[in-house]
């Protein structure tokens, strides 16, 4: 045997590996999250589990201040896709700018309405002629509460004073301070927040089928990325099934996301999301479509009529 023939196809051979390794691992993606929600759940599974890793990608959470902003990144190209509400793919499909939901995230509308204990407010109602806080305009939150108080018989402009108060800690200092009446507050912070005992919902959403917070991007990156939109399907599929099965994953994930909750709400807010509102295959719901855009136009008359295939981009899902 020509053990000098050998070795030399060894290191070609290791070196084609190498490279075929580093190419792999050049798919850097950038994905945008509106806000530190539990709808990035499955998708730092597939970053902690390695999921992105083994189709080749190297994925970065890039948390914003609302879904505004972040979805006015995607349409710009600062970001590849981004951790949003299906109201943002529908938005922009009417648009005529491709939005398209790669793969469902939450199956259920992801927010509740809360004031302060001592507050008078028991419903939306009597809510009218008081400011109320949003996370940022054209945001999920925003949609809903126009939605809600036009369903109720008001004008949200003229009756409802609706403010800009971010996410979170925002929204909490907001309300704490009397910026705001009732705030717009997703979990985590509902469960964290009810926990004190200051708080009470003055609404909650959250048993409402809608196609809540899913990975969007636009028409130009498909078309573009074809393999990678692919890839980032079948890496999210995985991990939103291995949620199901697997708890100490999700907690693993929700720690991460939420360094500062106590290990019983990282226990409680694992298992409350994975029963309750993530999505177990990444199949948008066609009822959660549905009253979407039912929602959507009503908020906003000058969005136009588009189908569900228009928008979910069933293709691409495993």
């Known amino acids: ?167 979170g800690g925002s929204m909490r200092a907001a309300l704490d301070t009397g910026s705001v009446a009732a705030g717009m507050f997703t979990t985590p912070d509902v469960q964290a927040y009810m926990a004190t005992g200051k708080y009470k919902f003055v609404a909650d959403f959250r048993d409402l089928d809608y196609m809540a917070l899913d990975l969007v991007v636009v028409g130009s990156w498909l078309k573009a990325n074809d393999a990678t939109a692919h890839a980032v399907a079948r890496a999210v599929v995985k991990a939103e099934k291995l949620i199901q099965t697997d708890q100490a994953v999700v907690q693993a994930a929700v720690h991460e996301r939420f360094p500062t909750l106590s290990p019983d709400l990282v226990v409680t807010v694992a298992k409350d999301a994975a029963a309750r509102s993530l999505s177990h ?14 929602m959507l136009r009503v908020a906003d008359p000058t969005v136009k009529e588009v189908t569900y295939q228009d928008v979910v981009a069933l293709r691409y899902l495993p």
């Open 1 to 167: 045997m020509n053990f000098r023939l050998v070795a030399v196809a060894f290191c070609v051979g290791s070196m084609m590996a190498a490279f075929t390794a580093t190419s792999r691992a050049e798919t850097s993606l950038r994905i945008a999250s509106a806000q530190v929600s539990i709808a990035s759940i499955p998708v730092v599974v597939a970053i902690q589990q390695k999921l992105f890793q083994a189709e080749g990608i190297s994925a970065e959470i890039v948390d914003f201040d609302g879904g505004g902003p972040a979805v006015q990144a995607l349409a710009g190209g600062g970001v590849d896709l981004c951790i949003c509400a299906g109201d943002h793919a529908l938005r922009l499909a009417s648009r005529g700018l491709g939005g398209a939901v790669l793969v469902a995230l939450l199956d259920k509308h992801p927010y509740s309405l809360l004031a302060p204990v001592a507050s008078p407010a028991t419903d939306l109602k009597s809510l009218r002629g008081k400011p109320v806080g949003i996370t940022s305009p054209g945001s999920l939150t925003d949609n809903t509460l126009r939605f809600m108080i036009r369903k109720a018989g008001f004008n949200p402009d003229s009756d409802y004073e609706i403010i800009a108060a971010g996410t």
């Open 281 to 294: 295959d990444g199949h948008a719901q066609e009822a959660g479509f549905k009253t979407a855009l039912e």
